[in-house]
């Protein structure tokens, strides 16, 4: 009986160690960097259903026979990019390296496409597709960027390329966690050339800081002897003041005894020059009074007797020039009055001594015989003759004047002087002056 008990104790305590040992086998518990799959099991997320349930940082009991367990890690992935002869905007191949840290994604949806896609592969198999899809996207991102623009800002590069392959990373169920461009090269030395033009440009700025450095430091010296030569002048100003100062006062000092020195001589020569004017005005009137009876009176006397002997003098012109005014203010106001007819009746009033003043110029002429030959011309016309026609201009001279001319031609000789003196006698008394116009 005893040793029936002790069989049973004995198939128990090995049934209940089996059981434990089976239990711990079944139970499986999940790391917090990495993912448990449960295949086998079925559940619902949404509208759509999945043949398999996932455990993260937890524990869960495998059904025996009906479940499958699968492990997938979730810790980073250190991939190295490298990437050669990928043209650039521009045409310039770049050779690129860069390193990524890539992880599968712990957070669904997009952890069921990495279940999907890469439950059951190595995690190196997983690096060299993360590797292939970040090369890819690299190179299209170096299409869109120059060269400049690569190597110069190389943050800006990580971030386009985290954005343009985020896409593809999430349909695989990997996440980009940090991208570094490493080294950025080029086989034509285009950056090379552009690097010199940098140094250059750089030597450039050098080179002119230092001569504007220069240029300062020479404005500054030029300012500083400009104000240690303001100061040498403001010194000497100061000194040349203080010695005028000094000057001034001394004169001043002077000044007082040399006007009360000047100030008496100049009374004594005051009071000689009061006596020698009192003097001098005697003096004066004494050579007034002689001047006065020997010169003014006397000049007086015969400015007076001049300017009487004058006036006398000036009568009978002005009388003169009076009548003759009178004469041709009559001769105006006689000529008005007749009108159209003047000038040819002042004309036939002075006939005669117009006649003997023509004569009187051939007096001394000795005229036998005149002997007029007819002539036709056509100034003259054609009918009459020239003899006839003075005779006839003679005699209507003598009826409308009363001259005879044959009489004045025979005794002009005779009394030629006597003539003269006639003509000469009426020019005084009636002037000869121009008819006023009508």
């Not at 050579?287 to 020997?294: S, W």
């Not at 009487?308 to 041709?328: F, H, N, S, T, Y």
């Amino acid at each position: 009986m005893g040793s029936v008990v002790g069989i049973i104790l004995a198939v128990l305590v090995g049934a209940g160690v089996l059981i434990v040992l089976n239990i711990k086998n079944l139970i499986y518990i999940c790391a917090p960097n990495e993912v448990l799959i449960f295949s086998g099991s079925r559940r619902r997320v949404g509208n759509k259903l999945y043949g398999y349930k996932i455990i993260k940082g937890g524990r869960k009991l495998r059904v025996p026979l009906m479940e499958r367990v699968d492990r997938l890690d979730l810790t980073n992935m250190v991939i190295d990019i490298s990437v050669s002869n990928a043209y650039s905007k521009g045409g310039v191949p770049l050779a690129v390296q860069g390193v990524a840290n890539v992880k599968v994604a712990g957070h669904e949806p997009v952890l069921n496409n990495a279940i999907e896609r890469f439950l059951g592969k190595s995690r190196h198999e997983i690096m060299q597709i993360a590797k292939m899809t970040l090369e890819g996207s690299l190179r299209g991102i170096l299409a869109t960027m120059t060269p400049e623009e690569v190597n110069e800002d190389k943050i800006l590069f990580a971030e386009r390329l985290v954005a343009d392959v985020e896409e593809d990373m999430t349909r695989l169920g990997l996440v980009i966690d940090t991208f570094k461009l490493q080294n950025v090269q080029d086989e034509v030395s285009y950056l090379d050339s552009i690097g010199r033009k940098k140094n250059a440009e750089i030597l450039r700025q050098a080179r002119i800081a230092e001569a504007v450095a220069r240029a300062d430091a020479a404005v500054r010296a030029a300012e500083n002897r400009e104000r240690e030569m303001r100061a040498k002048i403001t010194a000497e100003t100061d000194i040349a003041k203080a010695d005028a100062q000094k000057r001034l006062r001394d004169a001043l000092t002077r000044r007082d005894a040399l006007v009360a020195e000047e100030q008496a001589t100049v009374a004594a020569a005051l009071a000689q020059s009061k006596a020698e004017i009192d003097v001098q005005k005697a003096r004066v009137e004494q050579m007034r009074r002689k001047l006065d009876a020997d010169i003014v009176q006397p000049a007086k006397a015969l400015c007076e007797s001049m300017e009487a002997d004058a006036k006398a003098r000036a009568a009978p012109i002005v009388a003169d020039g009076e009548a003759r005014a009178m004469v041709l203010r009559t001769l105006s106001e006689r000529w008005k009055a007749a009108g159209p007819n003047a000038r040819d009746v002042f004309l036939l009033q002075k006939m005669d001594k117009i006649i003997d003043a023509i004569t009187a110029t051939v007096a001394d002429t000795h005229i036998q015989q005149v002997t007029m030959i007819d002539s036709k011309t056509p100034s003259l016309g054609s009918d009459g003759s020239l003899p006839v026609r003075a005779i006839s201009t003679i005699e209507q001279i003598k009826q409308v004047l009363g001259v005879d001319l044959l009489d004045l031609l025979k005794n002009r000789r005779q009394d030629g002087t006597q003539s003269s003196q006639s003509i000469s006698a009426s020019s005084r008394e009636i002037p000869t002056a121009e008819p006023p116009e009508s």
